[in-house]
Antibody, heavy 121, light 106 residues
Framework: EVQLVQSGAEVHQPGESLKISCTGS????????IAWVRQMPGKGLEFMGI????????RYSPSFQGHVTISADKSISTAYLQWSSLKASDTAIYYC??????????????WGQGTLVTVSS | SYDLTQPPSVSVSPGQTASITCSGD??????GFWYQQKPGQSPVLVIY???RRPSGIPERFSGSNSGDTATLTISGTQAMDEAVYSC?????????FGGGTKLTVL
């Protein structure tokens, strides 16, 4: 079974750093793109960026470029999303999802269970 | 930037047909994808490449895409279909999601 398992919920203060993870199993993680998607409280899905763990090729949505860093360690089938200085507005659920490639397109399946990040003083 | 617009909410009676639209400039020239998200759960793919159903998704879910509008149709809607449905497309090598539509079955 193809599965993505994310790290647990986090509570941090503004200004702190954070790195959350997404570990794939049931498929060759190094040959599939993994995306990160934000969902703020009561809001819709927002694409943040995507990484190819095989060579760490990374693409960011313009809205998130410079605000987060996406990385991966193919040796442990894991992708990461990190912040150097959290803000209250980073409070959200963050999902990872595997991209199934179809030409220049593709869909996201499956999704991780989500990681709730709460930033509050 | 490219935008996808969905109605915030759609209501349907059990057993009836629900249609959820997703509008974007020349969306029909791209592929449309749909995700179902129930409260407290992760999104689940229900339609890919405009009208294809993943294994395990009931036949009552179907999709179409033409002109500026992609449509998710649920025939014989059941109470278990109550969820938020989000459309997705690609534009200039980036991913765009619609704002999501809450489907209420009442």
């Amino acid at each position: 079974e193809v599965q993505l398992v994310q790290s647990g919920a986090e509570v941090h203060q503004p200004g702190e750093s954070l790195k959350i993870s997404c570990t794939g199993s049931g498929y060759d993680v190094s040959t599939s793109w993994i995306a990160w998607v934000r969902q703020m409280p009561g809001k819709g899905l927002e694409f943040m960026g995507i990484i190819y763990p095989g060579d760490s090729d990374t693409r960011y949505s313009p809205s998130f470029q410079g605000h987060v860093t996406i990385s991966a360690d193919k040796s442990i089938s894991t992708a990461y999303l990190q912040w150097s200085s959290l803000k209250a507005s980073d409070t959200a659920i963050y999902y990872c999802a595997r991209r199934v490639v179809y030409g220049d397109h593709g869909w996201f399946d499956p999704w991780g269970q989500g990681t709730l990040v709460t930033v509050s003083s | 930037s490219y935008d996808l617009t969905q109605p915030p909410s759609v209501s349907v009676s059990p057993g009836q047909t629900a249609s959820i639209t997703c509008s974007g400039d020349k969306l029909g020239d791209k592929y449309g994808f749909w995700y179902q998200q129930k409260p407290g759960q992760s999104p689940v793919l229900v339609i890919y490449l405009d009208n294809r159903r993943p294994s395990g998704i009931p036949e009552r879910f179907s999709g179409s895409n033409s002109g500026d509008t992609a449509t998710l149709t649920i025939s014989g809607t059941q109470a278990m279909d109550e969820a938020v449905y989000s459309c997705q497309a690609w534009d200039s090598s980036t991913v765009v999601f619609g704002g999501g539509t809450k489907l209420t079955v009442l």
